[in-house]
Each structure stands twice: as structure tokens, then as C-alpha cells.
């Protein structure tokens, strides 16, 4: 079993849309959870943090956190084209020395 | 400069060769880190340093070495690497050392080729 799981998508989203992402997490131990964004050939940017279950919203981005199920997701509101990027998860997982493991992605895309 | 940079952002080279890969961060951080992303592969950590101590090693073969001269530089040295190295190489930094609430920020990679 991974440690940090994603669907890789594409993730296909029309403009205006919501985009629902989706993590789940091995170790019941993790304390935080980021959300970075990774543009095509560019480095991972971090968007959103996590550490209690509910909700946190930042501009069109909420991350919505569940440490009961291990799943933490990001929905980005009205999406633009420019959100056309590889979404990546990553836990600290205290099982890992508190150490950042990142999931595989999820690529969305935003059609106009 | 601002956040973290590094240098060069691309690189090839043989295998016989021996080059270096240099991170810099401008955010008074006091972590660094080089991770390796592959092609289908998650990020992978290889080096993590707290306050210029090595405190992780994740298992990386020795052809990588890492050095971190003081908080703010970060290099890492390459010798007879294989095809398989081929990647994009980050460095991130953090403004605590490791731990759960500690946010990391990276700068924009070198893309390294090995023929």
C-alpha cells in the first residue's frame, strides 16, 4: 500500500467549475497536510496547509481535512485555465521521522 | 535574489563526469533539503539538513554527496552516475528543522540528463 495516494488523473474540469481532488494517507500518525501545485516542467508551490479536521479556505481553494478516514482533499472554485497543473499531497508522517511523503499527483485540466 | 534558487537549471553529462549541483536560500530557513523527482514517480527526499547537520540520509547511493557549508547554501556533488539519475533535482528549504508543522518551499530545480 502506498503511503500517500492519488488518482492520477487527467482530471478534466470545465472552466467556472469545481475541481475536487482527492488524498488518502497510510499512517494514522500525520499531523500536516499540503497541498502543492507543480505547473508542467516548474517546481512544486506550495497553495494550501492543514493540521485540523474541518475546513480551511484561501481564495478560490478550500482543503478539507478527515484524520478519522485519512483523507484530505482540495476543491478549487470557479477554475480558471491557468489551474491547469499537477496537484500533489504530501503528509507528515510521523512513522517517517516527520518527514514530508508526497503522493503521485493529480493533473487537472481546465477546458474553456 | 529571493526564496530558494539553484543552479545550474540545466544539466547534461557523462557518465565519467563529476559536477555540482548548488542550492541557495534567501529565507533565513534553517533546513534544507534535495529531493529527486523522476518521470511517473512521486517526489523522493534524499538529503534532509537542520541547522548545517545532516539528520537524514535516505538511503541515496554514494555517487551523490551532499554538503552544506552554512545555513544558507546547499550543494550537491555528483561522480560516475548512471542513466537512471536522470531527473529533475529540488531543493526546498523550511524555517524550522524537520517536524510536523514545518512548511517547505522549493526552488526551481536542474534538470540533470546523464548520457
Known amino acids: 500500500q502506498k503511503e500517500v495516494e492519488q488518482n492520477s488523473g487527467p482530471l478534466s474540469v470545465p472552466e467556472g467549475a469545481i475541481a475536487s481532488l482527492n488524498c488518502t494517507y497510510s499512517?494514522?500518525?500525520?499531523?500536516?497536510f499540503f497541498w502543492y501545485r507543480q505547473y508542467s516542467g516548474k517546481s512544486p508551490e506550495l497553495i494550501m496547509s492543514?493540521?485540523?479536521?474541518g475546513d480551511k479556505e484561501d481564495g478560490r481553494f478550500t482543503a478539507q481535512l478527515n484524520k478519522a478516514s485519512q483523507y484530505v482533499s482540495l476543491l478549487i472554485r470557479d477554475s480558471q485555465p491557468s489551474d491547469s497543473a499537477t496537484y500533489l499531497c504530501?503528509?507528515?508522517?510521523?512513522?517517517?521521522?516527520?518527514?514530508?511523503?508526497f503522493g503521485g499527483g493529480t493533473r487537472v485540466l481546465v477546458k474553456p | 535574489e529571493t526564496g530558494v534558487t539553484q543552479t545550474p537549471r540545466h544539466l547534461v553529462m557523462g557518465m565519467t563526469n563529476k559536477k555540482s549541483l548548488k542550492c541557495e536560500q534567501h529565507?533565513?530557513?534553517?533546513?534544507m533539503y534535495w529531493y529527486k523527482q523522476s518521470a511517473k514517480k512521486p517526489l523522493e527526499l534524499m538529503f534532509v539538513?537542520?541547522?548545517?547537520?545532516?539528520?537524514e540520509n535516505n538511503s541515496v547511493p554514494s555517487r551523490f554527496s551532499p554538503e552544506c557549508p552554512n545555513s544558507s547554501h546547499l550543494f550537491l556533488h555528483l561522480h560516475t552516475l548512471q542513466p537512471e539519475d536522470s531527473a529533475l533535482y529540488l531543493c526546498?528549504?523550511?524555517?524550522?528543522?524537520?517536524?510536523?508543522?514545518?512548511?517547505?518551499?522549493f526552488g526551481p530545480g536542474t534538470r540533470l540528463t546523464v548520457l
Open positions: 526546498a528549504s523550511s524555517q524550522d528543522p524537520p517536524g510536523a508543522y514545518n512548511e517547505q518551499f
Open positions: 499512517d494514522r500518525g500525520s499531523q500536516s
Open positions: 492543514i493540521y485540523s479536521n
Open positions: 504530501a503528509v507528515n508522517a510521523e512513522a517517517a521521522g516527520n518527514k514530508l511523503t
Open positions: 529565507l533565513g530557513h534553517n533546513a
Open positions: 539538513y537542520s541547522l548545517e547537520e545532516r539528520v
